[in-house]
């Protein structure tokens, strides 16, 4: 549905200025073009457009405001008009004239003229869903009746009509015969219908009667649903495909012919094809273990477990430490496709390690994919922390960090490494290993995949018995059990199993319960087939969860569906052992339609602490009312064959026909199984069900026809003027608007590209119109991205019915997306100029890669359309098409781009994944049609035509077709048809593949048009071919109107093939044209005719096989006497009998080869086509030949070079021993020729090395082709054109001459330059650039003020006695990471100014030059000047220390570096290649058979008389290119090889490790340093120098390897690196010896080259034709140029000669900046080159660090070597007395009294808990105070530039020898209560390293846990500058919750001592001789109690129960007394009473 108005005109008298119109409907605003002032009446004429997703209401209105425009005002209204709908809805369309109003709703004198059209799609079928059984009336009854009898008729008496026609006739009878299905009543008229249609029917071909009348009677569906997406854009950065769509470039054609240049860039957009995801490479994943930290738990031994899928390696034990130091280095090795790395899982565990009877605990673990590594910047996580969890308690929290570097390493990357510091603080939570945008604090959630249902399964068992059974019984039964499994972050899930079933019902959810956002992006969904031996894959699809997910501020968690996924695979025809079998796994482009399997993603965040841990739950789930999210609605598929041309002659002898279809529905071999299911009741309209029945009902294949052929190299099927038809009915849910948004977004993309390139080119060609063409390409964006706004805000507006969430949020990011790109793309067209254009480019392409982002959609819509060429029942080539590209919208910009197009195809046959094709499996193609398709719904079918061609008769069916159940023809016949002569000229093609042994080929084209095939002759052996032919088809006949055939004329085909004198031609490629038409109406004259000559490309299979240059045009013909052709009979035309003249055709070549009947004679292209032709010179510089293999088992002896160029050939001189001297002793040739003007014409260069033997023999050594001779054109600079670059420069400095820097580019300003020779000097300009102006802040002076002092202790200690060259080298890698962190920050400071407004950049930028100048002059105030000269006097000058000498670290290979050139500026090398090209990049590499250094300048000749131009070593190029060049006689050179250090070595043993060794190898010298292997390292130093003595050009290639030493069997190789030392010898830029920064004659940077910087100097000015350098008075002048010191500098303190070699020194520093002859010389430095293996090709195996050092023999030799031996570590002796604890928490209750109390110790290490050191137990502590008074001593080796403590020793009893290891300094210190009777317990702990740890307190109190703060405010104390230190630590644990709690405090000293001074000052452990310790005063209550019964009872029992005690003796005594008393009273009392 639309609305359209067009505004026709206003009449607006006196009423003057520019007009604008705008008109508003429902919200939605379009502007009109610019009127322009042009009297009262102002014609628009011009239409607007509404898609409308709900239909319009009567009271809806249409607003037009008239406004008057002005460019520096606002707009000013003029008047509105307001229409309203009911009429335009009652009638369908308006036309009317009235009257504007005001503001006030007066009338204004000025009237508006307008129309208006309402469109129903479909207007035969109402809004409200019209029921074609309904208000049908007899008469259009009766027209159906006729026309579908007609068609019966027709079909029964044609020829081609299939034998089983009377087998279908009686199933159709015997269904007709049967009962309707229950509750359903059809009238007669129905049945009658039914019957007609049925007539037209063709059933599957495999299915029974039985199964047909159950199809029918049910209503059964035989269509299944879905697309398949194919690889997005998001393929270049990650492999997850939505069905592993692979494109081929010969499949599908492009219907625009773009130049080369054009489709390179194209291709360039896509980093990695989808073919190159589903080939095997190698790849390593490689994982450095750094350290942990924070480990939760106490005393621990952690072990690292790194596992990668199902590969686990182990780190070493770390004994009693939550905070282990590892440093291992990990490698995996893959050699597997892509897309199946991508999905492994990587897991960092930490485990506790136990016993061998115990399993190792898990404290904590962490997942990511490699997909995600894969995605960062370099493929690498550098230095992160990975933050633990443990997966069975989420709710705990962390459980630690690992610090871990990653990387991902695929063929032919380079590892771009940081330099590693430990200096840096590790600051765990800003780097945290984590991809950028993903928070800090993950939350658990729940990943529920719902699955539903499927249906369409294919057969997956042939099970014998069932056969028997179901041959005996007729029982049948579903010949599949599927289930689904669903994989996700390394878990996988299944679903039930559903036994027998084709359309299982399974209901149920798959849950996951992961960290959100997941580190694992991927979601794998298979459809298997449950087997008893082994379970088989139906299908498998992907969901990558960025796709259905959006992590903006109005973002989404993942959710999908509900949605049907449809799969592809294998063909559906089951085997045993089926080769393709591994398509359905994901892995390459399925062929065939598998099924559809309904599925649901919801995803939920939970805080809930009782979650389930890790794991997959399998739940039930309640099933869903399908229809709630898309109305079933029925499809029509329609295709039309135009021509089937190309057939394969192995096809020629059985008929063919074409098979369409669409998921199941058209499949006519395999397709149907009979337990597909009925549509529910629940949509049980009556419409709907007849659809259902019908949905069986299709034509989806042509009649099967035996092909012809006129020449026998390729057949055609004789479709002449009846193009057959095909059509296929389906039912499927209405999802068009997932395509339709694709289709726009499409629209957009394809528009943006195409400016783009055009950009792109113009930009390289600095063309004037670029600013322009960005410009027009940045408005057509924000036009396009309008237009998709106003047409998807009509569906948002509407209801949401029938659509899933997803749907809906991915509207919804669309629309804000593209209207934020829009306002971007508006803002940046504003700040396009011509200086900044390039990044305005680029943030433009930034936009494309947004919008590829959002074309996919992850939910389909309809499945891909197949279709198929079959030959004797047996499927042979397909074709592969997505349906949204056929998809047909009444809006025109939402239907697919070949939707009612006629497009060429080339059908492939079935390839494997990951396979190249090689012969017909892969290059050659089995057919090529020219077909018309379209797809749409039923209710649209009308539209099904309207893009054929127009000429065709229009049938009874054709004008029917707007009815709905209407059948389609099945033959259209065309009457227009044209004829043509077809003229193709074939000029040349270049740069063809080799398919020869020699290398070359023997190429010759066939060009196909039509059904016709031609050839040129052979040109042999050459790869680039120059045919010069015109090849003349006399007579092709195209059906259609002219007009249409020169818009779109049909494709012609050029094949190259090379011919072989035994078998059959060899392919090359194939490449694709379309033909200039000329029709009878026009004149063949310029400037249309002739056509100039275009490049194509030509394609073999995905590889580019080379260029084409021709031009092909058909010239239309009139035929007065047309006879119809007779089959097999070629009707040749003569061109005398045409009516029509046509251009006269060249008289015929001379040709030597006899000219036969076939070929006639052969034509050459006509002058007027052909290029002209200027005089040019090629000059070539032959040097020489290296590493010539052998050819045929002989040395190549005397071997010659030929140059070939358009048929000219320039011999080089013979090398006549080759062993002796390969350079050639004729250095310089040239040859003068005639080459095309234009560039794009010239001819490609051959350079082709022959050898030539005895008897006159030559033999081909090898070719290389040179494609383009632009790298090597000269075109020279006049004087004129000098001029006038000058002039625009001046006026593009004059602006910004103030702002320039006084310090940098004098040499061209200034006729006297100050150089800087020293730092100082850089640091007083540093002190001049503070300037009085700038004020630091008080935190800049204290952070400047802390490090400084920090520094304070380095500055003491460098001494320049005990400087050596490691302090250079650790001293630059510190410089060389300060550079890149600068580096870093100016980029991100040039990205925000891009991003930044304009005019704020332009005041901020300006406004800085300003304060710049400023500061700059600043110094020169009185006061400033002042304080300089005091502080640079030299008195102050004593005590300034000087820098330490740096060199420069390249991170890569010297030759590498920008500024060198690759050391090929007059001497290149050029590659020979020989054999076949088989495409197999292992086998390709061992092509090359030898190296070609020369040169070659192609130039016009004569050049200019004012030229102002000079060549490469800076002479005047009239005179020859090539002056002033070395000898090439050989010459003795010393060459010094240093080898410093190994990174990252690849391990070989199976304990991880390697024993690295170096071995050199020059010429056939070769020296192993193997008696000197490191043992189990992978980051070896080597510190070695070897020497050779060589002689150039013999010994020029340098190869350095690194072996690993193995005791048992041989060494193997672990890598190596090649130096090609001839080119760096020679060079200009001087990579002899490299220049140091600094000239010193002795110490640690000594000069080292025999050469003084006077001496360099002054041979360079000569080489330069310069006056030697002259020195006075503290200057030099060199050239007209005079270079002087500053005032200030040091070096005018040293005079005499010392001074001359500074100032030389400073000159060569900058000897880039002389005119003509300067250049860069190379520094010192050191080169960082990659490893490589063989085995392993293209993947680094680690990096090795080294310099090369060469010295001519015949000049003074140098000194003696460098000394880079590796540093020793300096002995040490650490002295730590624990004086006292206090305030230690109390652990033990006392037996007796139940008090709180400890036995203290305190332990420590410095090497490993196996170096523990215990002090002695105080008991009975009961106030956490502790005394002891003892002595730990540590010795140990360290290594003061490093930071490290090394440690040699055996890592096992078997280890043959010692391993080096080095581990941080870090002191560590617990205190412990000792338990008699169980396990002693942990208290608390404290790690001081000992380069930076915190000052202890004074006192007790003043110990705080603020002391271990790391914020910087805490000072720092390094124990190798203070020495000693005494003070208060803090001993803690770390609780839960990451805090930390005080658990005591130590009051230690630590003195550290050299070895030499613990031996003059002796002290013993413990409280031992010598120099004993005091024993501490602990109080008397301190004893162990068994041990001391008496103390036991005294300061235990007494001191405690004192009271009691006495208390108790007195209650004894009295009751004694008592007991006395009670017992004497009787008997004193008897005695007193008897008187006794």
Not at 152 to 169: G, I, P, V
């Amino acid at each position: 549905m639309a609305l359209v108005v067009r505004l026709r005109e206003f009449f607006l008298p006196k009423c003057k200025g520019d007009k604008l119109a705008k008109i508003e409907f429902r919200g939605v605003a379009h502007t009109s073009r610019l009127m322009t002032d042009s009297g009262d009446l102002q014609t628009l004429d011009q239409l607007f457009e509404w898609p409308i997703g709900r239909p319009i209401e009567p009271d809806e209105t249409v607003s037009v405001a008239l406004v008057l425009h002005s460019r520096l005002l606002p707009d000013r209204s003029i008047g509105h008009y307001i229409v309203p709908l009911q009429k335009v809805v009652k009638e369908g369309k308006l036309s009317l004239r009235d009257s504007l109003l005001d503001n006030n709703a007066k009338t204004l004198p000025a009237t508006i003229s307008l129309e208006m059209r309402y469109t129903v799609p479909g207007t035969d079928d109402s809004i409200d869903g019209w029921s074609p059984d309904e208000g049908m009336d007899e008469e259009r009854l009766l027209v159906d009746i006729q026309q579908n009898i007609a068609n019966l008729e027709k079909t029964l008496t044609s020829n081609e009509r299939r034998a089983s026609w009377s087998h279908e006739q009686a199933s159709t009878s015997r269904t007709i015969d049967k009962s309707p299905a229950p509750g359903r009543k059809r009238s007669a008229l129905r049945s009658m219908r039914s019957l007609i249609r049925l007539g037209k029917q063709r059933p599957p071909r495999d299915v029974s009667s039985e199964d047909e009348e159950r199809a029918l009677l049910q209503g059964g569906r035989s269509g299944l649903d879905g697309i398949g997406t194919p690889v997005g854009e998001q393929a270049s950065s990650r492999a997850g495909s939505q069905s592993s769509l692979e494109s081929d470039n010969d499949s599908l054609l492009d219907a625009n012919s773009l130049d080369v240049t054009k489709k390179r860039l194209r291709a360039s957009h896509h980093q990695r094809t989808p073919s190159n995801l589903l080939k095997s490479q190698d790849f390593q994943l490689c994982i450095t273990i750094i350290e942990a930290r924070q480990l939760a738990g106490l005393n621990m031994d952690p072990v690292v477990c790194v596992q990668v899928g199902d590969q686990k390696k182990y780190t070493s034990v770390k004994e009693s430490t939550n905070c282990p130091y590892y440093n291992e280095y990990f490698v995996f090795d893959f050699h597997m496709p892509p897309m199946m790395l991508f999905d492994k899982i990587i897991t960092l565990s930490v485990l506790q390690s136990r016993n061998i009877l115990r399993h190792n605990k898990m404290l904590g673990s962490f997942k990511l994919d490699v997909a995600t590594v894969w995605s960062q910047p370099d493929h690498q996580f550098y230095h992160k922390w990975a933050l633990l969890s443990d997966p069975d308690d989420f709710a705990g929290g962390p459980k630690g960090y690992l610090k871990c570097d990653i990387s991902v390493i695929g063929k032919g990357d380079s590892v771009k490494v940081p330099p590693k510091s430990e200096k840096d603080e590790d600051d765990i939570e800003a780097n945290l290993l984590l991809p950028e945008g993903v928070p800090v604090e993950r939350q658990r959630a729940r990943f529920i995949v719902r699955v539903y249902r499927a249906d369409g399964l294919p057969k997956m068992n042939s099970s014998i018995m069932a056969n028997v059974k179901r041959a005996f019984t007729g029982e049948v039964k579903d010949l599949v059990d599927p289930y689904v499994q669903v994989s996700f972050a390394g878990l996988t899930g299944k679903t039930s199993v559903k036994k027998n079933c084709y359309a299982p019902v399974w209901n149920e959810q798959i849950v996951f319960s992961e960290m959100f956002p997941p580190l694992c992006q991927r979601i794998k969904i298979q459809l298997r087939d449950n087997d008893q031996v082994n379970n088989t894959i139906i299908g498998t699809h992907f969901i990558d969860l960025k796709t259905i997910s959006n992590d903006g501020e109005k973002g989404f968690l993942p959710t999908f569906g509900p949605a049907f996924i449809h799969l592809y695979g294998s063909t559906r025809d089951y085997s045993l052992l089926d080769e393709h079998a591994s398509l359905n796994s994901g892995l390459g482009e399925g062929v065939s339609y598998r099924a559809r399997l309904l599925v649901a993603i919801r995803t939920e965040i939970t805080d809930n602490i009782d979650i389930a841990p890790s794991g997959v739950e399998v739940e039930p789930s309640y099933p869903i009312t399908e229809s709630n999210y898309g109305k079933n609605e029925e499809y029509f598929l329609f295709g039309s064959i135009m021509d089937a041309t190309m057939i394969d002659k192995k096809l020629g002898d059985k008929p063919l026909f074409f098979e369409l279809s669409i998921g199941n529905a058209g499949n006519s071999l395999d397709g149907h199984n009979s337990s597909s299911q009925e549509i529910d009741e629940e949509e049980g309209d009556d419409y709907l069900d007849n659809v259902s029945a019908e949905s069986a009902c299709w034509q989806s294949t042509t009649p099967p026809v035996k092909p012809m052929t006129h020449d026998r190299l390729y057949h055609f099927l004789p479709y002449w003027d009846d193009k057959p038809c095909m059509y296929v009915r389906s039912v499927w849910p209405d999802y068009r608007r997932r395509m339709y948004n694709s289709n726009l977004i499409m629209r957009i993309i394809e528009k943006l590209e195409e400016g783009l390139l055009e950009s792109h080119l113009q930009i390289e060609a600095d063309s004037p119109n670029m600013e322009k063409t960005l410009k027009q390409t940045l408005d057509d964006l924000a036009f396009g991205c309008g237009k998709y706004l106003s047409i998807s805000r009509c569906y948002l507006q509407g209801t949401a019915a029938g659509k899933t969430k997803l749907d809906r949020e991915r509207m919804k990011l669309c629309v804000r997306e593209i209207e934020h790109i829009a306002s971007l793309a508006r803002n940046l067209k504003a700040l396009v100029a011509k200086h900044t254009i390039k990044e305005r480019y680029k943030t433009a392409q930034s936009y494309l890669q947004r919008l590829r982002y959002l074309a996919e959609d992850p939910q389909h819509a309809l499945p891909d359309i197949f279709l198929w060429l079959v030959s004797g029942g047996k499927r042979v080539a397909y074709q592969r098409l997505q349906a949204k590209d056929l998809i047909f919208s009444v809006v025109g910009e939402e239907s697919g781009k070949d939707c009612g197009k006629v497009q060429t195809l080339l059908l492939k046959v079935k390839t494997l994944p990951g396979k190249r094709g090689i012969g017909v499996s892969g290059w050659v193609i089995q057919a090529k049609l020219r077909i018309y398709l379209w797809l749409g719904l039923t209710k649209h079918k009308k539209n099904f035509v309207s893009g054929l061609p127009a000429g065709y008769e229009v049938s009874q069916e054709i004008k029917s077709a707007e009815r709905p159940r209407a059948l389609p023809p099945s033959v259209i016949h065309f009457t227009e048809k044209h004829y043509f002569q077809l003229r193709a000229h074939m000029y040349q093609a270049r740069s063809l593949i080799g398919s020869d042994a020699s290398g070359l080929s023997d190429p010759y084209a066939q060009v196909v048009a039509g059904e016709w095939c031609k050839t040129t002759q052979v040109v042999d052996e050459t790869l680039s071919p120059t045919w010069d032919e015109l090849l003349v088809f006399p007579e092709l006949m195209v059906c259609g109107l002219g007009e249409e055939i020169k818009k779109e004329p049909p494709n012609i085909v050029i094949e190259i093939f090379d011919q072989d004198k035994v078998g059959k031609s060899e392919f090359i490629g194939r490449a694709m044209a379309k033909p200039h038409v000329k029709l009878l109406s026009e004149p063949y004259e310029p400037p249309k005719f002739p056509p100039k000559l275009e490049w194509f490309d030509i394609n073999r299979g995905v590889d580019h096989a080379g260029e084409l240059l021709a031009m092909f045009e058909m010239l239309e013909v009139r035929r007065p006497d047309f006879r119809p052709r007779k089959k097999g009979r070629q009707n040749e035309v003569d061109p005398g009998q045409l009516e029509f003249e046509l251009p006269a055709l060249p008289s015929p070549k001379d040709c030597l080869i006899p000219i036969t009947q076939d070929t006639g004679p052969i034509l050459p292209v006509p002058p007027d086509i052909r290029p002209t032709l200027s005089k040019y010179r090629i000059e070539v510089l032959f040097w020489g030949l290296r590493d010539v293999k052998r050819v045929h088992l002989l040395t190549v002896d005397k071997p010659r070079v030929d140059i070939e160029c358009a048929g000219h050939i320039l011999h080089s001189s013979v090398i006549t021993n080759a062993r002796k001297n390969p350079n050639f002793s004729t250095p310089v040739k040239f040859i003068d020729l005639e080459l095309p003007e234009q560039e794009l014409y010239c001819p490609p260069l051959t350079v082709r090395v022959v050898d030539c033997r005895s008897f006159g023999r030559y033999t081909l050594v090898g070719t290389h082709m040179i494609n383009s001779i632009h790298r090597y054109l000269f075109n020279p600079v006049t004087k004129k054109q000098r001029e006038v670059e000058e002039r625009k420069k001046s006026q593009q400095l004059q602006p910004n001459h103030t702002a320039a820097d006084p310090w940098a580019n004098s040499i061209s300003t200034s006729n006297y330059i100050i150089l800087d020779t020293d730092e100082t000097d850089v640091q007083l300009r540093k002190l001049a650039n503070s300037g009085p102006g700038t004020l630091q802040s008080k935190r800049e002076k204290t952070e400047s003020n802390r490090k400084r002092k920090m520094s304070m202790g380095h500055a003491a200690d460098d001494d320049e006695d005990s400087k050596d060259w490691w302090t250079k080298y650790f001293a630059s890698v510190e410089a060389m990471i300060e550079e890149t962190k600068k580096a870093k920050n100016e980029e991100q400071d040039r990205e925000n100014q891009q991003n930044g407004a304009c005019g704020q950049m332009a005041e901020g930028s300006s406004g800085g030059h300003e304060e710049k100048k400023k500061i700059k002059l600043g110094f020169k105030s009185a006061g400033n000047a002042a304080k300089i000269a005091n502080k640079w006097s030299p008195k102050a000058a004593k005590h300034l220390k000087p820098k330490t000498a740096l060199l420069k670290i390249f991170p890569s290979e010297l030759e590498a570096q920008p500024e060198f050139n690759a050391f090929k500026e007059w001497l290149q090398t050029f590659d020979l290649l020989r054999g076949k090209k088989t495409g197999e990049e292992t086998e390709d590499d061992s092509r090359v058979v030898g190296k070609f250094k020369g040169n070659i300048k192609v130039y016009k000749w004569p050049l200019p008389k004012d030229i102002d131009d000079h060549t490469i070593m800076g002479f005047d190029p009239q005179y020859g290119f090539f002056q002033g060049l070395p000898s090439s006689d050989p010459i003795h050179v010393l060459v010094r090889v240093y080898v410093v250090k190994g990174t990252d070595l690849h391990p070989m043993d199976l304990n991880g490790k390697a024993d690295p060794y170096v071995v050199l190898q020059l010429g056939s010298k070769r020296i192993s340093d193997k008696e000197h292997y490191i043992s189990k390292q992978l980051n070896p130093v080597f510190g070695r120098c070897f020497e050779f003595e060589a002689t150039f050009p013999q010994d020029s290639l340098l190869t350095v390897q690194v072996w690993d030493w193995d005791l048992v069997g041989s060494d193997d190789l672990i890598g190596e690196t090649r130096i090609d030392l001839e080119n760096r010898f020679y060079t200009r830029h001087r990579a002899t010896c490299g220049l140091p920064s600094k000239y010193e004659e002795y110490g640690y940077n000594a000069w080292r080259d025999p050469m003084k910087p006077t001496q360099i100097l002054a041979k360079l000015c000569k080489e330069g034709k310069l006056e030697p350098p002259s020195y006075f008075n503290g200057k030099v002048k060199v050239g007209n140029k005079t270079f002087g010191l500053n005032n200030d500098d040091v070096a005018l303190t040293r005079g005499g000669k010392m001074l001359e070699e500074y100032l030389a020194l400073a000159v060569l520093k900058r000897w880039d900046e002389f005119p003509r002859i300067g250049c860069k010389l190379v520094p010192e430095h050191v080169e960082t080159r990659p490893l490589y293996n063989a085995e392993k090709p293209g993947i680094e195996q680690g990096k090795l660090e080294l310099w090369v050092d060469m010295f001519p023999m015949d000049m003074p030799l140098p000194g003696p070597p460098l000394d880079i031996a590796p540093r020793k570590p300096k002995s040490y002796e650490l002295r730590i007395v624990i004086w006292n604890t206090d305030e230690v928490v109390l652990e033990d209750d006392a037996f007796f009294t139940g008090e709180k109390m400890s036995d203290i110790y305190v332990k420590g290490w410095l090497k490993g808990p196996e170096d523990c050191q215990y002090t002695d137990i105080h008991y009975r502590s009961l106030t956490g105070e502790g005394n002891f008074n003892w002595r730990f001593i540590f010795p140990f080796d360290y290594l003061v530039a490093e930071e490290k403590i090394v440690i040699s020793r055996k890592e096992s009893l078997f280890s043959w020898d010692e391993t080096e290891s080095k581990i941080p300094a870090r002191l560590e210190l617990q205190v412990w209560d000792a338990d008699h009777f169980s396990a002693d317990d942990f208290l608390g702990a404290i790690t001081l390293d000992l380069n930076r740890f915190p000052r202890g307190a004074k006192s007790s109190k003043l110990c705080t846990l603020d002391m271990l703060k790391t914020d910087g405010s805490v000072p720092m104390v390094n124990i190798f500058k203070q020495k000693r230190l005494k003070g208060w630590w803090p001993f803690y644990i770390k609780k839960e919750n990451e805090e930390m709690e005080l658990t005591g405090k130590v009051e230690a000293e630590i003195h550290l001592l050299t070895h030499e001074e613990a031996e003059k000052n002796p002290a013993g452990m413990g409280r031992n001789e010598p120099d004993p310790l005091d024993k501490p005063n602990r109080p008397d209550a301190s004893f162990m109690w068994f041990l001391n019964p008496f103390k036991s009872i005294r300061y235990i029992v007494w001191h405690n129960y004192k009271w009691t005690i006495i208390k108790g003796l007195i209650f004894t005594a009295l009751a004694i007394m008592l007991l006395l008393f009670f017992y004497s009273v009787p008997g004193y009392s008897v005695k007193k009473l008897l008187g006794a």
